[in-house]
């Protein structure tokens, strides 16, 4: 069964730009996850969709949000880029959610803002 | 405090000997507890998850929960050089949220 894809793998974008990002699961599975990895914060939430809904969400701005299709695959997209945004960003997906259920991570976008 | 502590690190330990991993949580109304590894430049991938109170073991992995003292550990028996990555506890929380330590960094120095 082939693993979770995230394209694409690298991006550079400058300040004040917008990125979207995105995250095909598992087969099957319908829970995605998006996370935000930094050597300061370490890896951090910033939220959860199943079945095309929003069902948690971390602390992080406005400027991140997020989409879910019917076939399960995700999008995330930031606006207004910061300089802070630059991050790897991690998508998980399970079969149900992360509660009582295994999250496979993606090998993950690294966004460089400049 | 922060919902999700792991022993700080750099860990370094010789080859064939025992890692000691551990990790507290805040959140009494956790359920989940999982261990996954990351190599550096990759992504994390999951080692264990353990539910229930008690020891869980697959292979040179060990888990350890203790709900009461709000407490997970991983053991990692014969280490191997392999074996050095950032371990990171997360644990999933009332709120249905996955949240990770920061992590430690285990050597295993051949």
């Known amino acids: 069964k082939a693993g979770v894809t995230q394209t694409p793998r690298y991006l550079i974008k400058t300040r004040g730009q917008q990125v979207t990002l995105s995250c095909s699961p598992i087969?099957?599975?319908?829970?995605v996850s998006w996370y935000q990895q930094t050597p300061g914060q370490g890896l951090q939430f910033l939220f959860e969709y199943f079945s095309e809904t929003q069902r948690n969400k971390g602390n992080f701005p406005g400027r991140f949000s997020g989409r879910q299709f019917s076939n399960s695959r995700s999008e995330m997209n930031v606006s207004t880029l910061e300089l802070g945004d630059s991050a790897l960003y991690l998508c998980?997906?399970?079969?149900?959610?992360?509660?009582?259920?295994?999250?496979?991570f993606g090998p993950g976008t690294r966004l460089t803002v400049l | 405090q922060k919902e999700v502590e792991q022993n700080s690190g750099p860990l370094s330990v010789p080859e064939g000997a025992i890692a000691s991993l551990n990790c507290t949580y805040s959140?009494?109304?956790?359920?989940?507890f999982f261990w996954y590894r990351q190599y550096s430049g990759k992504s994390p991938e999951l080692i264990m998850f353990?539910?229930?109170?008690g020891d869980k073991e697959d292979g040179r992995f060990t888990a350890q929960l203790n709900k009461a003292s709000q407490y997970v550990s991983l053991l990692i028996r014969d280490s191997q050089p392999s074996d050095s990555a950032t371990y990171l506890c997360?644990?999933?929380?009332?709120?249905?949220?996955?949240?990770f330590g920061e992590g430690t960094q285990l050597t295993v120095n051949p």
């Open positions: 998980a997906s399970s079969l149900a959610g992360p509660q009582g259920d295994t999250q496979y």
């Open positions: 997360a644990v999933v929380n009332s709120g249905s949220r996955l949240t």
């Open positions: 353990i539910y229930s109170n």
């Open positions: 959140d009494r109304g956790s359920q989940s």
């Open positions: 087969s099957g599975h319908r829970s």
